[in-house]
C-alpha cells in the first residue's frame, strides 16, 4: 500500500495553523483532514474526480476550501 504522502492530492494551510489535506482513496473518493499541529481535527468524504494528467478540478477544490473554512470557523468561534 501507498504511504499517505504518495495519496494527497490536495493541501493548504489555513490561517497560518491548520494544515488541509485531501488523499485520495478510491476512484471519484476522497478523504478531506483538518489538523493543528498535533491533532487531526476533522475528516470527512470528499468526491475526487481523478488522479488525472488534467489536474484537479477548479470546483472540488474550492469546495474542499470552503468546507475547511467553515470547520475551522466554527471551531473557533467556540
Do not use: C
Not at 35 to 45: C, K, Q, S
Amino acid at each position: 500500500m501507498p504511504a499517505e504522502d504518495d495519496l494527497i492530492v490536495w493541501s493548504s494551510r489555513l490561517d497560518g495553523k491548520y494544515t488541509v489535506k485531501v488523499i485520495w482513496i478510491a476512484p471519484n473518493r476522497g478523504e478531506l483532514s483538518i489538523a493543528d499541529d498535533t491533532t487531526v481535527l476533522h475528516r470527512e468524504p470528499v468526491s475526487v474526480s481523478s488522479k488525472s494528467e488534467f489536474g484537479l478540478g477548479v470546483g472540488e477544490i474550492a469546495a474542499w476550501q470552503e468546507a475547511a473554512i467553515v470547520f475551522v470557523d466554527k471551531l473557533e468561534q467556540s
